[in-house]
């Protein structure tokens, strides 16, 4: 609950947000910032990076729904927010 978003909420709250990206498509979210502010574009180092393999392939099927069922909020606002990024990057 860090946003104070809830499933009536979050549309109104991550609408109040400047800039929207993508981690999983970063370079392409940071080129999009960029644009937008009107500065060129920069390399994004990768500082955090691990090199172990996720440990999701070790989850059963009802740890994974398990897992889903108790983040289910932060899917659809995640699947939302990929959305509006799409929406964003594709007026440009």
């Known amino acids: 609950w860090v ?5 009536e909420n979050f549309i109104k709250i991550v609408y109040h947000y400047f ?3 993508i981690t999983e498509d970063l370079k392409y979210s ?5 644009r937008m502010i009107d500065k060129p574009s920069m390399t994004v180092p990768l500082l955090n ?3 172990r393999q ?5 989850m059963d099927d009802a740890e ?4 889903k069922e108790i983040n ?4 659809v606002i995640y699947e939302y927010c990929q959305q509006r990024f799409i929406s964003q ?3 440009l």
Not at 3 to 7: H, L, V
Not at 30 to 34: G, N, Q, R
Not at 54 to 58: D, L, P, Q, T
């Open 89 to 91: 990057t594709e007026q």
């Open 3 to 7: 946003m104070g978003c809830d499933s």
């Open 54 to 58: 996720s440990m999701a392939h070790e």
């Open 30 to 34: 940071v080129d999009y910032l960029a």
């Open 49 to 51: 990076a691990t090199h």
């Open 64 to 67: 994974i729904a398990h897992f």
């Open 19 to 21: 800039f929207i990206g």
């Open 72 to 75: 289910s909020l932060d899917y």
